[in-house]
Each structure stands twice: as C-alpha cells, then as structure tokens.
C-alpha cells in the first residue's frame, strides 16, 4: 500500500511503522481473526481499519484523537498475523504508535490515574503484592468505585497465595544436561508464584540447570503495550545488564514476557543497545519450546485426567509456540488432551485491557469459559499468567470450579503422582 509517512519525524520507530504500513493490502483475511471485529463489528476495529487510521495520523491528516479510541481497543492479541497472506508484521506498528501517540494524545484524568496505578504497582512484585491485600477494601468498596475500576478489583483474588523464594542456583540432577537462566515475571509472582516453583521443579529433574539473575526485572510488556517507551526501555536495559551470557538459553514462562524480550530490538531501537537488544532476543525462548526441544525424561499419571489446552496470544501468534506445549502434555501417559473451539480467539486479558476495555474483556473472557466448558475437560492448561488469571475469573462466574494451571504445573504434577 502506498504510503507517504514522514519517516524522520517520527523518530527511531517511524522506519518499522512504515514498512507495516506498505505491506498490508488490504485483502480483508484478518478480520475473521480479529476478535474485536467479532464484538464490535466495525471496520475501523480491524487490523485493516487500524492500519489506514495509523498511516492517516502518521501522515499528518488525521488527529491522534480521532484514531486512539479504535487504537486503544486492539489487544494486541496478533492473531492478524498468522491469517495475513502479505505478511504484515502488525507487532511492528502498534506498539510503537502507541509509543508514539502517547506524547500527542491526551486522556482523561480517570484513565491516566488507573493508568499509574497499574505502572506504578504491576511491574514491581512487591507494591503489586501490597496493592494485591488492599483487594478485599476494593472488594468492599467497589460498588461506589467507578464502574471501569471494578473489572481490576475482580482479578485480585480474595486471598493472595503464599509468598514464594527461590534460590539463585537450582542445580540440575543426574547429569547435566543444559543451563538456562529464568525470568521470574512480576504479576506471577505475586498471584500464582507455584509457576515458577513448578517450572523449576520440570527443568532440574530434567537435567537441566536453572540460575536466577538476581537483579533481573519487569519484562518492560505493560510500558510497551501501552506507549510508555522510557520505561519499557529503563526495563529492557536492566535485563540486558541482568542476565548472563553463559547460558544455553533465557527461558521464559508467561507468553506475554517472552513476546516483550524479543521486542527489544523494536524497545531499544535507535540506541546504543540496540544491537545489544537485537543479539538478547535471540537468545529468549520459552520454556515450552526448549523442553520440548531437547526432551522430557519419561512421567506418568496414575488416572486418566481430561485437560483442555488454551493458546496464550502471545505465544501461538507472537512467538509462534502452538505444537511444543501439546506434545509435552500428551507426552504425559494417561492424558487426554481436549481443543477448545475457536482457539485462536483471544480470551480478553492482554495485560491492561480488562481496566481499559472492560466490556470487550468481558465479553471475550465469558466467550471462552463457555467454550472451555464445551470441551468437557478436567482441567484447563495455559502459558501465560494473565489469560489463568482471566480464565480462573470467567470460569468461576460460569459456576466452575475446574483447576487452571500453568503447563509447567501439569507436567510437575505427574512427576509427583508417578
């Protein structure tokens, strides 16, 4: 598609932008993937229409405002890309417009303020953590709370797990045969922290050595996906000091951090890190994909167990991990491995949406309970904190009480039951 953006003026990330500008033809293939075209049904509330209302702003002859609001309601789910025939990279122009629009566009009072909140406590395990036991005064609170307050009080759960550490050496045992390196995540360790034992737990028995960078950080993916580029930057900086260059590989267990981490070349660009950035992401894999690449030692479960697998967003379409996490769960002798309908839909969460779009998160998040609850399953197995989180609380509101685990949970479990 032609395309007269001034490039220069929009700094460092104008060049990307641009490049997914020009490659989208318009042919139309990504709306059936969109869930927003799903809920709104409006043109504009497509990867298509976003793209001609970014290139117009960009161009200069459309107004940031007129295009934010249909900006704002993309969860960022990527679920275009895949279904794109032109190969439209669409993560390289909505994060970085929004990055870009953040020092144009002005929101309300009410929406800067949750916005805060939410940068000023998620990224950082312990204000989240006391923000988290202030739930039960929201709790009490939320029905004279603004109504786009509430859906950030219903994530919180009545009662916070117990707080969990971790040595910085994990040693592998038997005979070693990889050494990682593992983000631990923010919000994780505050609402589900049994994640990270779990995964350690898989990785050592499988021979595998796990270190903990100690001043590792926030993967930056809030700031980033909601335009804040100096702190997304601050964030990927830190973990580029942080972690190690003596190891195989920098594993990661919430689909939304590994996406972030192989986007700082994009967070970083234009700096003396990019580079750096650039050789980093390489090195980022999810722990899905390296223990389904180098092998699982053989477990087993003693009952049969029917459990339903749901793609996190930014694991199938991001990072396109779909096929690893299946085979390590039917590599699990006595499990029945369900597909839920319509898979490929987001189920709402993407980070910050449920505050800034309650309704669509809603929605979405119901919509998918329902198709869990199809499957006839046991238990529901995912990758990534936000959409458990999101999944636990549509579920409940479905009268279930079906466990949801992280996939690093299940296959912990069956080495305990063998």
């Known amino acids: 598609m032609f395309h007269s953006i001034p490039i220069e003026k929009h700094g460092p990330l104008g060049a990307p932008m641009a490049q997914a500008v020009s490659a989208c033809v318009h042919c139309g293939f990504c709306l059936a993937a969109c869930p927003t075209y799903r809920e709104l049904g409006q043109e504009m509330d497509t990867p298509r229409g976003r793209i001609v209302l970014m290139k117009e702003v960009l161009e200069g002859t459309m107004s940031f405002a007129a295009a934010q609001p249909h900006v704002d309601r993309c969860l960022g789910c990527l679920a275009c890309e895949p279904a794109c025939p032109s190969g439209v990279s669409y993560r390289d122009l909505i994060s970085p417009f929004r990055a870009v629009a953040q020092r144009h566009f002005h929101r309300t009072l009410g929406e800067r303020l949750r916005r805060f909140i939410a940068a000023q406590t998620i990224p950082f395990p312990s204000r989240f953590r006391f923000a988290a036991r202030l739930g039960w005064l929201g709790h009490a609170l939320a029905p004279v709370m603004p109504k786009k307050w509430r859906p950030m009080l219903e994530l919180i759960p009545d009662r916070l797990p117990k707080t969990e550490s971790w040595p910085a050496l994990n040693p592998a045992k038997g005979e070693r045969r990889a050494r990682v390196a593992l983000l631990l995540g923010c919000a994780q360790q505050v609402l589900d922290p049994d994640i990270n034992t779990a995964t350690i737990d898989v990785l050592t028995r499988n021979g595998i050595e ?6 590792q950080g926030c993967c930056g993916g809030l700031a980033w996906h909601t335009g804040d580029l100096g702190a997304a930057q601050k964030f990927a900086r830190n973990n580029l000091e942080a972690f190690p260059n003596d190891v195989d590989a920098i594993l990661t267990n919430a689909a939304g951090c590994g996406s972030a981490m192989h986007e700082y070349h994009l967070i970083l660009r234009g700096t003396d890190r990019e580079a750096q950035a650039e050789r980093f992401r390489h090195r980022v894999v999810d722990v899905s994909l390296f223990l389904a690449k180098i092998g699982l030692r053989e477990q087993r479960l003693e009952r049969k167990i029917r459990i339903a697998y749901h793609d996190a967003c930014h694991l199938a379409n991001a990072q396109n991990v779909r096929r690893e996490p299946r085979s390590l769960l039917r590599a699990i002798a006595g499990l029945d491995l369900v597909e839920i309908a319509d898979a490929h839909l987001c189920c709402g969460s993407a980070g910050s949406y449920n505050m800034d779009q309650p309704e669509v998160a809603a929605s979405l998040g ?52 063998s």
Do not use: F, W
């Open 210 to 215: 796990v270190i903990l960078p100690p001043k």
């Open 366 to 417: 119901e919509q998918k309970a329902r198709a869990v609850l199809a499957t006839g399953a046991e238990v529901l197995a995912s990758g990534n904190i936000g959409c458990l989180t999101q999944l636990r609380l549509h579920l409940k509101k479905c009268g279930s009480q079906i466990p949801v685990q992280h996939t690093m949970q299940v296959l912990r479990d069956s080495y305990q039951e």
